[in-house]
């Protein structure tokens, strides 16, 4: 069994930054996909952003672009996503997730095997 642990989230302004991290245990995650979600009050959980196994290769939700970047470091089994520029829509419990292999650009949650119990973050207008 694999265990995700997202951290990092909270309160930001509006243009602010946060940086969230995801610590995976229980099982190596380094050949896995690697994802961040989102869920807004009210919304559905939806994607945005992936990475390949090596890092090489990145996936963002149309909405986050340019804003949001996602990385890994699979010495120390932890996924980043560092959010810049942020704004009140960006509000949402933010997930990490995992999933077997490649491809690295799948969007859909039930692509994804393994979830993190999720961090609040909350930008103020």
């Known amino acids: 069994q694999g265990q995700l642990v997202e951290s990092g989230g909270g309160l930001a302004q509006t243009g602010g930054s946060l940086r969230l991290s995801c610590a995976a245990s229980?099982?190596?995650?380094?050949?896995?996909?690697m994802a961040w979600f989102r869920q807004a009050p009210g919304k559905e959980r939806e994607f945005v952003a992936s990475?390949?196994?090596?890092?090489?290769?990145?996936y963002y939700a149309d909405s986050v672009k340019g804003r949001f970047t996602i990385t890994r470091d699979n010495g120390k089994n932890t996924v980043y996503l560092q959010m810049n520029s942020l704004k009140p829509e960006d509000t949402a419990v933010y997930y990490c997730?995992?999933?077997?292999?490649?491809?690295?650009?799948?969007?859909?949650?039930?692509?994804?095997?393994?979830w993190g119990q999720g961090t609040q973050v909350t930008v103020s207008s």
């Open positions: 229980g099982r190596t995650f380094r050949s896995y996909t």
């Open positions: 997730a995992a999933r077997s292999g490649p491809p690295y650009y799948y969007t859909s949650q039930l692509e994804y095997a393994y």
């Open positions: 990475i390949s196994w090596s890092g090489g290769s990145t």
